[in-house]
């Protein structure tokens, strides 16, 4: 199998003076599902570098949860990191995939200004997805309906947000639903995995 590197939520328990680094368990079980397995980055960004250089990854998962700082989030500690794994997926072409958040993540890295949203915050959705229209979950408050500066839009709502998306030149892509929420796991999230993360360097 391949070892995919993912990013994790940070959750704030202030009572107890605590924040954590956290991933929903369905994320591991879609990902073994596909064919791989996760080294899962903690939200200190010296430390998960030198994960990454200890331990060769075939891609990137940047996953959902918290907002961006720029869009209300108080998780400043995962912006400079994604943002930094963005800029080493880069230099190294390697593959990405972010979901809901990572998705956005994606697009602030590449210049991208988002607008507030209303009504894509719902258990079903349904989007034209590589010209095929599927039912999906939706759980984000920003996004955009133009096309998202050097990526091109792969699926869309019916009023036009951005769901999906894919660089024009590197092995970057954005999903806006959540593949993991979904019971049992669809086919075709599982395929779509699989093809993203075929494009792993060797």
């Known amino acids: 199998m391949k070892w995919l590197a993912v990013t994790q939520r940070v959750e704030v328990h202030a009572e107890i003076q605590e924040r954590r680094d956290a991933l929903d368990q369905r994320w591991s079980a879609f990902l073994y599902q596909a064919g791989f397995l996760p080294l899962l980055l903690p939200n200190q ?24 700082q720029r869009y209300g989030g108080d998780a400043p500690e995962r912006d400079a990191l994604e943002f930094a794994l963005l ?29 507030p949203l209303s009504g894509h915050v719902q258990a079903e959705q349904e989007v034209c997805f590589r010209g095929e229209w599927i039912q999906v979950n939706s759980y ?12 091109e839009s792969l699926a869309h709502s ?8 894919r660089h024009h030149e590197l092995p970057w892509w ?9 019971s049992p796991f669809r086919a075709g999230d599982l395929q779509f995995f699989q093809e993203v993360f075929s494009r792993c360097a060797q």
């Open 45 to 68: 960004l010296e430390l998960a570098m030198e994960m990454l250089t200890t331990h060769p990854v075939q891609g990137l998962l940047l996953t959902g949860g918290n907002s961006l």
């Open 87 to 115: 800029q080493k997926a880069e230099e190294k072409r390697l593959p990405v995939l972010g979901v809901c958040r990572g998705m956005q993540v994606m697009q602030a890295a590449l210049g991208v200004e988002l607008v």
């Open 140 to 151: 984000h408050q920003w996004g955009t309906s133009s096309d998202s500066g050097p990526c």
């Open 158 to 165: 019916h009023d036009g947000v951005i769901k999906a998306l």
């Open 174 to 182: 954005g999903i806006m639903w959540h593949p993991e929420r979904l």
